[in-house]
T-cell receptor, first 114, second 113 residues
Framework: GAVVSQHPSWVICKSGTSVKIECRSL??????MFWYRQFPKQSLMLMAT?????????EQGVEKDKFLINHASLTLSTLTVTSAHPEDSSFYIC??????????FGPGTRLTVL | EDQVTQSPEALRLQEGESSSLNCSYT??????LFWYRQDPGKGPEFLFT???AGEEKEKERLKATLTKKESFLHITAPKPEDSATYLC??????????????FGTGTKLQVIP
C-alpha cells in the first residue's frame, strides 16, 4: 500500500518551454501533497505544500509564478515549471500523505533544461 | 527552528558487519520522527515512523530506536542490497494544521561483499 507515482520519470526540454510533472497517489487519498527539489548530494528541499482544492503554500524563496502547482483531486497533483531555464534543471520529487503524518514519496522526475 | 543532524555522512561496512546510524534532532515538541531509504536517482522509500522516546520498530535487518534527543538506525548483518542513503526527518508538534517535516542530509551507506 501507499504507492505514489510520478510522470514523467525524466524530461529534457529547451530553455523557455514549460514542463508539467504529474504526481498520483495510487492506493490512497492524499489530503496533502508536497513538492521537493533535490540537488546532487544534498537533501530534500521543500518547495510547496498543497491541499486538495486549495492554493498551494510555497516556501520562502520559491517563485509561485514559475512553479505552478495544482491539486485538483485527492489523488493528483501537478507541478508545472514555466519558462524553464538551465538553472531549473534538478530532480523533482513529490510526496503525499493521507490520514497519517507519514509522507510517501514518488520515484522522482529528472528535469534537464538545455 | 527545527534541526536534524545525521552522522556519519558516509559509512562503509563489510557484509555482515553490524553498525548504527545516528540522527540527532532539535524540535519544539516532537510529533514524529521518520526514517527513509533513498537509492540513487529515486525517491525516498518509507521505513519507519517513531512517535515517543523508548519506541522501537524493526523491519528485516533494520531497527530504529528513539530517545528525547536522537534516533538510531541499527543495521544487523548488512547485505550489499542495504547500500543506500538513509534519511531521517522530524515533524514538530504544532497548534493546528500539518506541521512541516525537516529532513537531515542523510548517511550514505555502502556495504561491501
Amino acid at each position: 500500500g501507499a504507492v505514489v507515482s510520478q510522470h514523467p520519470s525524466w524530461v529534457i526540454c529547451k530553455s523557455g518551454t514549460s514542463v508539467k510533472i504529474e504526481c498520483r497517489s495510487l492506493d490512497f487519498q492524499a489530503t496533502t501533497m508536497f513538492w521537493y527539489r533535490q540537488f546532487p548530494k544534498q537533501s530534500l528541499m521543500l518547495m510547496a505544500t498543497s491541499n486538495e482544492g486549495s492554493k498551494a503554500t510555497y516556501e520562502q524563496g520559491v517563485e509561485k509564478d514559475k512553479f505552478l502547482i495544482n491539486h485538483a483531486s485527492l489523488t493528483l497533483s501537478t507541478l508545472t515549471v514555466t519558462s524553464a531555464h538551465p538553472e531549473d534543471s534538478s530532480f523533482y520529487i513529490c510526496s503525499a500523505r493521507g490520514d497519517t503524518d507519514t509522507q510517501y514519496f514518488g520515484p522522482g522526475t529528472r528535469l534537464t533544461v538545455l | 527552528e527545527d534541526q536534524v543532524t545525521q552522522s556519519p555522512e558516509a559509512l562503509r561496512l563489510q557484509e555482515g558487519e553490524s553498525s548504527s546510524l545516528n540522527c540527532s534532532y532539535t524540535v519544539s515538541g516532537l510529533r514524529g520522527l521518520f526514517w527513509y531509504r533513498q537509492d540513487p536517482g529515486k525517491g525516498p522509500e518509507f521505513l519507519f515512523t517513531l512517535y515517543s522516546a523508548g519506541e522501537e520498530k524493526e523491519k528485516e535487518r533494520l531497527k530504529a530506536t528513539l530517545t528525547k534527543k536522537e534516533s538510531f538506525l541499527h543495521i544487523t548483518a548488512p547485505k550489499p542490497e542495504d547500500s543506500a542513503t538513509y534519511l531521517c526527518a522530524v515533524q514538530a508538534r504544532g497548534s493546528g494544521g500539518y506541521q512541516k517535516v525537516t529532513f537531515g542530509t542523510g548517511t550514505k551507506l555502502q556495504v561491501i561483499p
